[in-house]
């Protein structure tokens, strides 16, 4: 009873935290700005600070964008045999970047939710 209950709790977390929101109360705003992390939530005044997400953020999100992007120019190239590298390039670089720069944020607020949820904080300063 008590591990779903805290399954359900770390799915509500997740989903808080990919919507950006603090993955204590889910209201609050998790960023300041693009990828800065808001120390303290407005709302329920959690330290969202202290909990790390460092490479994880980037690292899962390249594996979505790699895992979309990589079939579907393997998907162009078969469609369209005769398309260069050229128009390759000039369609793929910025759908990848702009793929990229979408889900980042969404990805490190779910890391972080993530590392709320199992108490994984950040290690203090030397
Ligand atoms: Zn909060």
Known sequence: MDAEKNGKK???????GLRRRCPHCGIGKLFRGYLTVEAICP?????????????????FTLLVVGHIMVPALLEIGRIFPDLSVFWQLLIF??????????????????????????????????
């Open 10 to 16: 770390i799915w509500q977390k997740i989903g808080w």
């Open 93 to 126: 670089l910025p759908l990848t970047a702009i793929l990229t720069l979408a889900l980042l944020p969404v990805v490190k607020g779910g890391v972080i939710a993530v590392a709320a949820h199992f108490g994984v904080k950040r290690a203090p300063l030397a």
């Open 43 to 59: 709302q329920c005044h959690a330290d969202n600070g202290k909990f790390p997400s460092d490479d994880a953020a980037p690292y």
